[in-house]
């Protein structure tokens, strides 16, 4: 089993930062790929950026790429989404989702087995 859980979330002006961590444990294997998504209300769940914990490959949404960053830190055992630039359009709920298997560009959030319970990202204008 895998356990996710995500802090960091916070309200900021348009332009700030802010940088999300998701603590991960559990199984190795399970979570060989590591994700972040954001849902806004009444959107579906969109997913932002993926890391692939073994060959530190990282993938981003288009709407994200030159401001959000990806990236692990082993020692801690979490990964982080540090966010730049930071606009409206970017509030959302963020979570952090995992899984296994070596192939970690899965779009749909229902490739995603294990999730953590989210942290609030709020930018006003």
């Known amino acids: 089993q895998v356990q996710l859980v995500e802090s960091g979330g916070g309200s900021v002006q348009a332009g700030g930062s802010l940088r999300l961590s998701c603590a991960v444990s559990g199984d190795l294997v399970s979570r060989r790929c590591v994700s972040w998504f954001r849902q806004a209300p009444g959107k579906e769940r969109q997913r932002v950026a993926v890391?692939?914990?073994?060959?530190?490959?990282?993938l981003y949404h288009d709407s994200v790429k030159g401001r959000f960053t990806i990236s692990q830190d082993d020692a801690k055992n979490t990964v982080y989404l540090e966010m730049t630039d930071l606009k409206p359009e970017d509030t959302a709920m963020y979570y952090c989702?995992?899984?296994?298997?070596?192939?970690?560009?899965?779009?749909?959030?229902?490739?995603?087995?294990?999730w953590g319970q989210g942290t609030q990202v709020t930018v006003s204008s």
């Open positions: 989702a995992a899984r296994g298997g070596d192939h970690c560009n899965h779009w749909s959030p229902a490739a995603w087995p294990h």
């Open positions: 890391l692939s914990s073994t060959s530190l490959a990282t």
